[in-house]
């Protein structure tokens, strides 16, 4: 026992965190410590580490949801232990994932909202996975079918979120990026006819372009695969990439036809963690009806005695994030959800005035007609900074407020996007409108040159 006295207290008695033995040295980064340390003492030292994060309500370069209320905090502690993969063990977690799958399929207009199938996932990735995996599971037995070559599939899209190419790259399909044409933010239906063919298993529409925020016109999209068909028997099926979108347009943009309305949309993910409002962690992936859904996809598991259907590309996974979502359906309804998004969208608009305002900026979206969010580019021909440079300035008060170049064939435009989500309030949007005002003054004046610092008068 004496070998393991030390010359000072036990961990436990120090009253002092940073007197502690784990805060005697940098903490551990390649090898485990060899002994224990204490909850309250590890806890502040990798709290206190965090905390060079970016503050996540300062972020407005994420879709995802950044705010929660304390309800929604302790409906996930008490899920902490419950794996939504054990239907068995949790049956009523099972029965709320399947709760927000047909709500989601009334929600989008699905013509049979109570038998359809869809699935919980781990955000819009995974949802794009198996909705793209379904897409060459049907493509290829059709194909097979009639005695025809099955081995160079290719999936059609604009300018896609990253999960596109990954399903492509992953699941081994020609990603047919079609270029965007001058003044363009998306695919434009007349484009399509060039880039489509018999190997083609479907086109990805998306409902809230990433790069700038505005929606691709699924209604004209699907026309233009409903023409594609009578002229060349070639019968494409549509899925929605409504990441984003989903959560917005049913509310705020009611009239706009998207969804299972449209009898090419064959199938539609969402991201439940964006403006879905739930935690991050839950994504959404729902069929127009149960049989676009290729029986081979599904794995069964047991289910309160008998078996129930699960389409995933994990096994174990938290079942909070889908808790949290149901909460939400039930908390807010088809009203709370409407005011949220129309807040943000009027915040949106209001912001991307100010924007407009300001001089140097050219709007290419100013949130009115898809998602809550600004994008610009500077149409000053040489300002003497970059929007790079802007983004870094604003940076400095903590705003994160992302710079980047738009997809293939316009990479030369430099584009910035602001978006606006639950908890980013009117206020908010004014402080950041103050700072990129004061930010433009000192780019302008060469206050922000090398060596120039805010706060700092040399
Ligand atoms: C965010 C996003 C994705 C990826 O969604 P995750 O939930 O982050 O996996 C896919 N497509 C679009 C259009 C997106 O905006």
């Known amino acids: 026992m004496a070998l393991h006295k030390a010359d000072r207290p036990a961990e436990e008695q120090l009253a002092d965190i940073f007197t502690s033995r784990l805060s005697e040295a940098p903490l551990p980064k390649y090898r485990m410590p060899e002994t224990q340390s204490v909850p309250r003492v590890a806890y502040a030292l990798v709290r206190d580490e965090l905390s060079l994060d970016g503050d996540a309500s300062q972020n407005l370069a994420t879709f995802c949801t950044t705010w929660a209320d304390d309800e929604t905090y302790r409906l996930m502690a008490g899920s902490l232990g419950k794996n939504v993969i054990d239907k068995d063990e949790y049956p009523q977690t099972a029965e709320i994932e399947s ?35 379904a897409l060459k599971w049907s493509w ?21 979120q990253v999960c596109w190419e990954k399903f492509a790259r ?24 060039d880039h489509v063919d018999e190997n083609t298993i479907g086109v990805v529409a998306i409902l809230g372009v990433t790069f ?88 069964n598991v047991d289910y309160l005695g008998g078996e129930m259907p699960t389409f995933s590309l994990n096994f174990s996974r938290p079942g909070g994030e889908i808790i949290a979502q149901y909460y939400d359906f039930v908390l807010l309804g088809r009203e709370g959800y409407r005011t949220v998004q129309q807040h943000c969208l009027d915040t949106a608009a209001r912001l991307a005035e100010e924007v407009d305002r300001m001089g140097p ?70 402080l950041l409108a103050e700072d990129m005002r004061r930010a433009l003054r000192e780019l302008r004046s060469g206050a922000a040159g090398p060596g120039a610092r805010i706060g700092f008068h040399h």
Request: aromatic residues 8%; contains cysteine; charged residues 25%.
């Open 99 to 133: 709760r927000c799958v047909h709500i989601l399929a009334d929600l989008w207009n699905s013509p049979e909202p109570r038998h359809t199938i869809g699935c919980s996932t781990t955000g819009s990735s995974e949802a794009a996975m198996l909705g793209g995996l």
């Open 140 to 160: 290829r037995k059709r194909r097979r079918a009639e005695g025809a070559d099955a081995s160079r599939p290719n999936i059609v899209a604009g300018p896609v």
């Open 170 to 193: 992953y699941f081994d399909v020609e990603l047919r990026q079609v270029p965007l044409e001058e003044g363009a933010t998306g695919l434009r239906p007349h484009q399509l006819r």
């Open 212 to 299: 700038t925020c505005d929606y691709e016109p699924v209604a004209d999209i699907a026309a233009e695969l409903d023409a594609i068909q009578r002229d060349t028997g070639l019968d494409i099926p549509l899925h929605v990439d409504a990441a984003s979108g989903g959560f917005i347009a049913p509310f705020c943009q009611p009239d706009l036809v998207w969804d299972f309305r449209l009898e090419r949309v064959a199938s539609i993910n969402t991201s439940g963690h964006k403006y879905g409002l739930a935690p991050l962690g839950v994504g959404w992936a729902v069929w127009r009806t149960a049989d676009l859904l290729p029986e081979e996809l599904v794995f």
């Open 361 to 430: 900026f050219t709007l290419l979206y100013r949130g009115e007609g898809g998602l809550p969010a600004v994008s610009y580019t500077l149409s000053e021909p040489d300002p003497g900074f970059s929007l790079y440079d802007l983004s870094d300035r604003l940076r400095m008060r903590g705003w994160q407020v992302p710079a980047y170049p738009l997809p293939p064939d316009r990479d030369m435009t430099v584009v910035q996007r602001v978006l606006v989500r639950h908890g980013i309030s009117a206020d908010k949007a004014v």
